[in-house]
Each structure stands twice: as structure tokens, then as C-alpha cells.
């Protein structure tokens, strides 16, 4: 049930884009999108509750697709700043509430 | 700015001995949480804790794993007789509400380091 993203790893230069999916094989009530820099805890991006919804602050976006169970992470025009492991956290229904799984993350470098 | 606060930030023990590790949310929080990360790997969902009870544990949350809120500010870890395999960063989290609305996001501490030797 843990999420699947795509891809592992992505070196860019600064200035380039790049996108990050995540899928589950479970029906999704949210996607959260975190953002972990080495050694420190993960830090909150955004949560995307309904099917279509787009949402995004500076050049970090990301839509959701409730009947695919798909959301994807847009990066434009990146930053060095963004260097990180970006984390999708599918929330679902387990035993008898909601539970929120983290995918095995993505690892972005950024380069000058 | 409101945070959560973990403690220790890293302790190290013997196999077999017991851990507490030690947790304050954010204050208005109703949700709380435990997530471990092996080093490098990707974050585990332990645990999940709403009134005072547990709503949701993972396969990893077998019975050397227990949770408290032993007086309405902390919430600890307790692993009962450590394994080698315990070894982690131990990530306690919290939420003011369930994860399906706009204010569902989880605020993470920064880690208790646990290493088992």
C-alpha cells in the first residue's frame, strides 16, 4: 500500500524543470508533499484533497488525479534550494481510520 | 512560531534494553504521530494517535512498540526490548486535523537518533 514515485533521482541545473509522480494502488482521500533536506526532519509543501485540484506557491506546484490515483509535483525553474528528497504521502483508509504512507521519496539535486 | 519538540536527539543503547523516546506537540494539535526513517531510506508509518487512543499502527508496531500521552503535553515511544534492527531516526509528528482537510499537515519534530548496539 505504500505509495509508488517516480523517479528516484534527478540531478538538474538550476534553472530547469523537472516533475515527480506518485501513485497507489488504493483509493486516495488526500496527497500530502513533503520535502526533506539531508539530516533534518521533512517539511510540509502542500495537500491536494480533491480530484483536479491544482495547487502551488513560487515555482513548486502540483496536481492530483483522484480516479488515477496519481499526483505529480512540478519543480520549475529550479533553485539550488530545492535540493532535497521530495516525499508523497498518500492518505487512505486503513484498519479503521486514515493512515498517511510515505512513498521511498525522490532525491533531487540541484546544481549551479 | 509553535514547533515539535523531541527528546533525546540521540540516544544510544544495548540490545534488549528498553527506549522511551519523548515527544511535545504543538500545543492545539489533536493528532499525533510516529514515523521512523532508516537512515537514507524512506519514512515508516509506526503509528497514529487521536483521543487518547491509537487509530492506526503499522505492521512494524508489533508489541515491543507502545504509545502514551501520560499527561495531555507529552507523547512517547516506548520500545520495549530493543533489536539491532531498531536502530533509526525516530520522527514524532503532529496535525491539528485529520489529514483529509486544508489544515491536516503533519509538523515534524526533528528526530530522535536511536542506535542499538
Known amino acids: 500500500q505504500q505509495p509508488v514515485q517516480s523517479p528516484q533521482a534527478v540531478i538538474l541545473r538550476e534553472g530547469e524543470d523537472a516533475v515527480i509522480n506518485c501513485s497507489s494502488s488504493k483509493a486516495l482521500y488526500s496527497v500530502h508533499w513533503y520535502r526533506q533536506k539531508h539530516g533534518e526532519a521533512p517539511v510540509f509543501l502542500m495537500i491536494?484533497?480533491?480530484?483536479?485540484e491544482q495547487k502551488g506557491h513560487d515555482k513548486i506546484s502540483a496536481s492530483f488525479n483522484e480516479k488515477k490515483q496519481q499526483s505529480s509535483l512540478y519543480l520549475t525553474a529550479s533553485q539550488l534550494s530545492y535540493s532535497g528528497t521530495y516525499f508523497c504521502?498518500?492518505?487512505?483508509?486503513?484498519?479503521?481510520?486514515?493512515?498517511?504512507?510515505f512513498g521511498s521519496g525522490t532525491r533531487l539535486l540541484v546544481r549551479p | 512560531e509553535p514547533e515539535v519538540t523531541q527528546t533525546p536527539s540521540h540516544q544510544v543503547t544495548q540490545m534488549g534494553q528498553e527506549v522511551i523516546l519523548r515527544c511535545v506537540p504543538i500545543?492545539?494539535?489533536?493528532?499525533f504521530y510516529w514515523y521512523r526513517q532508516i537512515l537514507g531510506q524512506k519514512v515508516e508509518f509506526l503509528v497514529s494517535?487521536?483521543?487518547?487512543?491509537?487509530?492506526?499502527k503499522s505492521e512494524i508496531f508489533d508489541d515491543q512498540f507502545s504509545v502514551e500521552r501520560p499527561d495531555g503535553s507529552n507523547f512517547t515511544l516506548k520500545i520495549r526490548s530493543t533489536k539491532l534492527e531498531d536502530s533509526a531516526m525516530y520522527f514524532c509528528?503532529?496535525?491539528?486535523?485529520?489529514?483529509?482537510?486544508?489544515?491536516?499537515?503533519?509538523?515534524f519534530g526533528e528526530g530522535s537518533r536511536l542506535t542499538v548496539l
Open positions: 509528528a503532529s496535525s491539528r486535523t485529520s489529514g483529509v482537510s486544508n489544515t491536516g499537515e503533519l509538523f
Open positions: 504521502g498518500t492518505l487512505t483508509w486503513g484498519d479503521s481510520s486514515y493512515k498517511l504512507i
Open positions: 500545543s492545539n494539535h489533536l493528532y
Open positions: 494517535f487521536y483521543n487518547n487512543e491509537i487509530s492506526e
Open positions: 491536494l484533497l480533491k480530484g483536479g
